[in-house]
């Protein structure tokens, strides 16, 4: 008898609802992160969400009263709310609220408007017309991190429940939490430890329908870890490591930057080093007019105003350290001499970001030259040249002057054959290439629409390359510069080492296809990519050599 009348209140109340809301208007509530189903569904009336609290508030850890048309709410440590049929007030510890729309019942239940309601419990409501979601997120309330050298402990509180699951990867090594039902609403999102083997804890929101929150300890080396959710269900305990509740807390939420300096071990190396607090992230970006090399830092802090600084260097003639001191984002800026191979990497001890210039000698390198289409692939047409023969005669002289320096080409074709797009840089990652140039002639759809000179890089490694190899393909062809630009080409994305596509000129443009019926134009071609190279490799030369070839192209 009892569940007979239980159902027969569950469906007056759905009737109730449907008589102020057509059907279709029925919400899917996402509550902890998942889909929930209650009954009665909410519905949306005239852009309001209507619903009973009282079957979503008891999935949120909250105590609730319901008696005489009247409902009590009481969150854990959190506030009281205080409902009425009939009024169009809610009471929040003891502070009288106005409603849009009264309350009333359905049944034995109290129906309300559920958005000012739920944020008086401390949630934070989304609601999706569109997509016809009720999103009920807890904010996280703090994150704490105590860590020594033996391990450390991510404390996660919120104020009501919210659900931990631990997850990891490799390469690189992390550890993560996604926190179902949390939103994070903290002022600070990355706390530096680099104590035993975790660098920085950081967060952030992963999701925001359903919410999702996510917590991740970025490693520098192996450790167990464990979720431990607390007994209230408010949080959890992130464990990494070893610990034994003495762990000191980390509070370090910018990095800061403590210096910037020159080192020059040789005549043929040059390092600048910003040294900061903690390992941190940055970006880098090189130029040739002028020639500029630019690393940014926007985590990283100076801890005090930094000078420029001369550099006795044949490459780098000063550094530029800008940012406000105390405040996140740090610009370094390299005016260069010349233009040279280099990299950017981060150390440990010390702790720094270097950018690394380094002369070389171009015999030392192992070279990949694509010669591009072939066999049954001809490329571009013109009138009478086909783009894979060009591509294989400028290829072959590129790989004899090469090997005439004593560096060690190898031909990803020497024949009219067919070579897979992907085996082309897999040749060049298989035998530990230096360096990976592909060669091409370019085309448009209708002839004689474009003509000039490009090369196409992917990965910022490569970006130095091809500003070199483009002002000397330019510098010796003659044509337009069309510029160096970025490309999602196959040959340049997969190579694992520094690689560019070179566009030498347009087939299908009558000029151009004169142009490069010329012997002596091909033969240019391969001069400026072998120049190229060499230059990349050993320096593009003085500000004044420079200035002179600058004047001898104009």
């Known amino acids: 008898m009892q569940q007979r009348m239980r159902a027969l209140s569950a469906a007056t109340t759905v009737l109730a609802l449907g008589m102020i809301a057509p ?84 049944g034995e239940r109290l129906i309300c408007p559920l958005r000012p309601v739920l944020q008086a419990l401390g949630c934070i409501v989304t609601i999706d017309d569109e997509e016809k979601t009720l999103d009920i997120a807890v904010p996280l309330e703090s994150i704490r991190v105590f860590a020594d050298d033996q391990g450390a402990r991510v404390q996660v509180r919120a104020p009501l429940p919210i659900e931990g699951a631990l997850s990891h990867i490799t390469d690189p090594d992390r550890w993560y939490v996604d926190l179902a039902g949390a939103r994070a609403t903290l002022e600070h999102e990355t706390a530096y430890v680099n104590l035993g083997a975790v660098s920085r804890v950081r967060w952030g929101q992963f999701s925001t329908n359903p919410s999702i929150a996510r917590l991740v300890a970025d490693m520098r080396g192996e450790v167990k870890a464990v979720w431990k959710p607390h007994e209230d269900r408010r949080g959890g305990d992130l464990v990494l490591g ?60 100076p801890i005090m105003p930094i000078a420029p600084i001369a550099v006795d260097s044949p490459f780098v003639a000063s550094a530029r350290l800008d940012g406000t001191a105390g405040e996140p984002g740090a610009t370094l ?14 150390t440990e001890e010390p702790c720094a970001v270097n950018v690394i210039f380094r002369r070389g000698r171009l ?78 002639c370019n085309a448009m759809p209708q002839p004689n629409t474009n003509y000039g000179t ?43 080492m520094p690689a560019v596509l070179v566009e030498l000129m347009y087939l299908n443009h009558d000029e151009e296809h004169a142009i ?14 072998f120049e190229g190279l060499r230059q990349y490799v050993e320096g593009t030369g003085t500000a004044a050599e420079r200035a002179a070839d600058t004047e001898m192209g104009s």
């Open 23 to 106: 059907a279709d208007a029925a919400v899917q509530l996402h509550l902890l992160g998942r889909p929930a189903e209650v009954t009665p569904a909410p519905q949306i009336d005239n852009g309001v969400v209507l619903g009973s609290p009282e079957v979503i508030v008891g999935q949120l850890g909250c105590r609730f009263i319901s008696e005489e048309r009247r409902l009590v709410i009481i969150a854990p440590d959190g506030p009281r709310v205080q409902l009425r049929a009939d009024s169009d007030e809610m009471i929040v510890d003891g502070r009288r609220e106005r409603l849009v729309r009264p309350a009333f019942m359905a």
């Open 242 to 301: 070893k610990i034994d509740g003495d762990e000191p807390r980390i509070e370090r939420h910018v990095p800061t930057i403590v210096r910037l300096e020159t080192i020059t071990p040789d005549p043929d190396t040059t390092i600048v080093r910003v040294q900061t607090s903690d390992p941190v992230p940055f970006e880098y970006d090189v130029t040739r007019k002028p020639p500029r090399v630019t690393v940014q830092l926007p985590d990283a802090a």
């Open 333 to 346: 800026e390299l005016e260069m001499r010349q233009l040279i191979h280099f990299e950017v990497e981060q």
């Open 363 to 440: 015999s030392d390198r192992l070279i990949v030259v694509d010669a591009g289409h072939g066999g049954h692939d001809s490329g571009a047409r013109g009138k009478t040249l086909l783009e894979k023969d060009v591509n294989l005669d400028v290829a072959r002289q590129v790989a004899a002057k090469l090997m005439k320096a004593g560096a060690r080409p190898v031909l990803t074709r020497d024949s009219d054959v067919f070579v897979d797009l992907y085996d082309r840089p897999g040749l060049a990652n298989r035998i530990g290439a230096d360096l990976f140039v592909s060669i091409h």
């Open 454 to 496: 490009e090369t196409y890089y992917y990965h910022d490694r490569s970006k130095c390359l091809g500003l070199i190899m483009q002002s000397e393909l330019v510098r010796k062809l003659g044509r337009r510069d069309n510029g160096l630009r970025w490309a999602n080409f196959c040959v340049i994305r997969e190579s694992k």
């Open 516 to 529: 490069l019926m010329r012997p002596e134009t091909r033969a240019a071609a391969a001069e400026a990519i």
